[in-house]
């Protein structure tokens, strides 16, 4: 008999500490994918929001009919410079679509910028075809990072709007 209750008590004990122990490996799983998440939503809010300044200073750039050329140019590589560093942190930490998606925007807007840096004027054909094709590529970008944030739980809208 007494076999019986000492077995019945290891078992009882394996089962409990097997139980706590995937709890808690689920437990980690789901916080480390939920730290994930938010470092992405993170870094696509912040590359958002470096590919827009540097477009919102071509535009004004390229809207100043008195700015020399020499100062269009600065102006214009300057307000692009921060977008390269975050380009490199897209490029390590997003998954491949949404990469892809980084990549085209950032060419297009480099395009944009350096029509802009070629002293092209906002109401140039040239320039707003460009204008065109970048507001293009970031509504794409938008969706890939939307769609990898909400396949990782990461929520947001189906409005195609950040």
Do not use: K
Not at 4 to 25: E, K, R
Not at 26 to 35: A, C, H, N, V
Not at 44 to 53: I, T
């Amino acid at each position: 008999m007494q076999w019986i209750t000492l077995i019945s008590t290891v078992v009882g004990a394996v089962i409990a500490t097997g139980s706590a122990m995937l709890l808690d490996a689920r437990r980690w799983r789901r916080e480390s994918s939920d730290r994930e998440t938010q470092m992405r939503r993170t870094l696509y809010g912040d590359y958002l929001a470096c590919l827009s300044e540097a477009r919102h200073t071509c535009g004004n750039v390229a809207r100043d009919p008195d700015m020399q050329l020499a100062a269009r140019r600065t102006t214009a590589r300057e307000a692009f410079g921060p977008c390269i560093g975050m380009r490199y942190q897209m490029t390590i930490t997003a998954p491949s679509p949404v990469v892809d998606s980084s990549e085209d925007a950032f060419r297009r807007l480099r395009a944009l910028r350096d029509r802009v840096m070629e002293g092209v004027p906002a109401d140039d054909p040239a320039y707003l075809e460009g204008r065109r094709d970048y507001d293009d590529a970031l509504a794409r970008l938008r969706v890939q990072m939307r769609e990898d944030l909400r396949g990782r739980g990461g929520g947001g809208g189906s409005d195609g709007r950040a």
